[in-house]
């Protein structure tokens, strides 16, 4: 089957369009993942937090009795 050599050249064009294509989603994906990880990470730091300071108020009103 005889393909003109310009159509080779424009199936390689929309190939390597698609497989850029594929790769920003790919970025893009593994971006939301960081920041939900991130956030998840961020969220647990705070609830240790407010637990910690929760302790030391305990505390510090049972040394003060």
Request: net charge positive.
């Amino acid at each position: 089957m005889y393909v003109p050599p310009h159509i080779g050249g424009q199936l390689a064009s929309e190939r390597q369009r698609e497989i850029l294509a594929q790769a920003e989603r790919h970025h893009l994906a593994r971006q939301l993942a960081a920041v939900a990880r991130a956030s998840r990470r961020a969220a647990r730091a705070e609830r240790r937090l407010r637990l910690a300071v929760r302790r030391a108020v305990r505390l510090r009103a049972g040394l003060e009795q």
